[in-house]
């Protein structure tokens, strides 16, 4: 896929008036007999990760300095296959490059799965050599889809949020469930347990969920935000894993949420849970119902209900230290277009996207509330999120406090609470528009039929939701949904809470 780069400037600029100008790569030194030469260039890290991946066509983040201002070369090997890429004038500054990942020479492609060396050149010579693991991007069809269930949760939740934890080997990971509402409080839940590539959960050594006894949440909380980070997407060791727990509801009473922010590793080899640590670096302010996710070494958080109960437009960054912990975070000038809460967000190719929510105020967490149809998109860039765009194409249903999942530039919008009679807007899905051709980064939308078992009949709201990172033995992905409420109309409390996960085993 290859963005239009128009999209994805914030934070590259031009130098000031007076810096060297590079006549193509091959130009003259930035010397002369007065002026000492430039430094060479240096790669720092790419994608602001550790062991950085990427499928062809995506745009990489290449993170250094002694780039100069005008644009050199980003060439790309594998084996005798090397690939000189030119990024446009705004994909670079100094310390700064975006450069589409090519599929190759044009003759030969690269193995993929496999790696690439990235090297950076100027008038000043090559930058070393940086690997990137290239990722497969396989086609499925989500009208194709069927749904079952699996071992369900220990006891009813809703509020709860959940994250997949990629595991140490490449069939290996794990589901880290959090908080929720039983009915009557809320809670300090951690559960563990196994995920299998064919989206159940639990083995013949797992029969149950996990209760992480000893180490809970340090308070109550419901309607939080979860996101998880490793070395893939940020600068944690290898093979290390860090889960968080943002802001959220402490008392089922409560109107608003708070600002802590949690956070705990996770073994990669057996899943267990450590230590929550609070960290010092708190949310800019008190929130509850926000969307939560770290792409490229960065946790963005959007949205989200203040202690008053009125939705937000902020939108906040911090970046994800190796230990885990977390920078200072930074307050986005360009906030959502209209304050919201209960939407959901994801990041792909260097593009945020905020979908859906519920824009009204004083509705209970736990209550029915329906949201809009609104799509909207930004730039993300190491932390720094540009101007939003209201997308070209709506969502078919107004729908708040959903799940979401995407994979492969697939996208697929379900559950939570839309106008409508119940199962009538279940799920619907759209696809990356990679040239983002008349003001649609996401395509038209696309409702799934329960009827057709296309969606899995849970009609549920404020679950818990997340695409596995296995991949199934059909070359597919496998989506879960993990509790939640019964959905019974637009307002009002709703229905009985549920323990029940689904997971698509088709196809």
Known sequence: MKHQHGLITLGLFVLAAGAIFISGCGGSSGSTATTPPLPAPQIQNINSSTTPTSPVGLPIEINGSS????????TFTQGSISVDVAPATSAWSDTGIVADVPSGNGTTNFTVPGTVNVTVTTSEGTSNAVAVNLVATLTFKPSAMGWSTTMALPKPMTGLRAVAVPGSSSNSAFAIVTGGYDGSTNTTTVW???L??????????????TTIATNPLPTTLAHHAMAEADDTNSLVSVGKRFIYVIGGQVNSTDAGGTNNVYVASVDSTVGTVGTWT???????????????????????????VTTNGVPVSSIYSAQVNSDGTLGTWATATNTLPTPRAFGTMFVFGGIIYYINGDPNSSIPPNNQGVGDTFVYYASALRGAVGTWVQNGSSTIHDRAKGVLFTAYGQVISGEGVYTGSVGSGEMETSTINANNTGNLALNSWTGLTGSLGQSPKANVYNAAGFTSPLVSSTNAPRFLILGGQALTGTTGPGGALSNTVYYNNKP
Not at 196 to 209: E, L, P, Y
Request: hydrophobic letters at 30%; a negative charge.
């Open 67 to 74: 780039f100069q201002s005008a644009p050199g070369k980003v």
């Open 192 to 194: 563990a347990n196994s």
């Open 196 to 209: 299998n590539q064919d989206g159940t959960v639990g083995d013949t050594t797992n029969t149950t969920w």
């Open 278 to 304: 609070t960290l010092t670096n708190t949310l800019p302010q008190p929130l509850l119902g926000m969307s939560a996710t770290v792409h490229n070494g960065y946790l963005y958080v959007a949205g989200g």
